[in-house]
């Protein structure tokens, strides 16, 4: 599903084209950096934000994207500084203010998941969504389970990048089913990278 989503989000929703800007916010998490590094592949421009400055790190160092920044820092500043003429996709996990993207004309916005109110307190709404009438913008929310037919297609597509290596996938390793809570409470709290995974027995 990790898979599918990432897949089913860049290429489908957000109809990924070779040379665009990307923003892929939440990019060290598990949806979030199989979306960067299939934007990567594809010949885009990848910008990534995470929660910590090991994070930023890894988006650089381990998952090779062209900029990335701490958006705890402020989401104003970096997205004008790596996309000075704007962004053509962003991938959306967290919603909130993220929503502010610096997005060019006709920008496209695949919007995943809303991390900035699963603590039960709902994030403002943006208060510049009328950008996204004088700029013709695209926001399309979407399920994975939506594109279970595509599922096939997304199998090979991945498939085929991680035999080459254009496909890193981390795994946040948690042993027995009493190490389920700490596993979803590091999740939520931002302390883990990639895919939480729980090994029964």
């Known amino acids: ?12 929703v957000a109809s990924l084209k070779p040379d665009d800007v ?13 979306a960067a590094q299939l934007a990567k ?4 421009r990848v910008i990534g934000s995470a929660g ?7 988006l650089k160092d381990v998952l090779g994207l062209d900029a990335a920044f701490n958006w705890r820092d402020g989401l104003d ?3 004008s500084e790596f996309a000075p003429e704007g962004i053509d996709v962003y991938f959306d996990s967290v919603g909130g203010d993220h929503l502010k ?11 995943c998941g809303a991390i900035a109110g699963y603590d039960g307190q709902p994030p403002a709404a943006p208060d510049n969504l009328f950008n996204a009438t004088n700029k013709d913008i695209n926001l399309r929310g979407f399920l994975a389970g ?3 037919d595509r599922l096939p297609e997304a199998r090979k597509h991945l498939a085929e990048l991680w035999r080459s290596g254009d496909l890193n996938l981390d795994l946040a390793w948690y042993e027995g089913l009493e190490s389920a809570p700490q596993a979803i409470v590091d999740m939520l709290s931002e302390r883990t990278t990639g895919k939480c995974v729980v090994a029964l027995g």
């Open 22 to 34: 990307v923003w892929i916010s939440a990019a060290a998490g598990a949806v979030g950096s199989v």
């Open 146 to 148: 939506t594109f279970a």
């Open 52 to 58: 910590s400055a090991e994070k930023v790190t890894c």
């Open 41 to 44: 592949a594809h010949g885009c």
């Open 101 to 111: 993207a610096h997005l060019r004309p006709f920008g496209r916005v695949a919007l």
């Open 77 to 79: 500043e970096p997205p």
């Open 1 to 12: 599903m990790t898979g599918l989503t990432a897949w089913a989000g860049t290429f489908v």
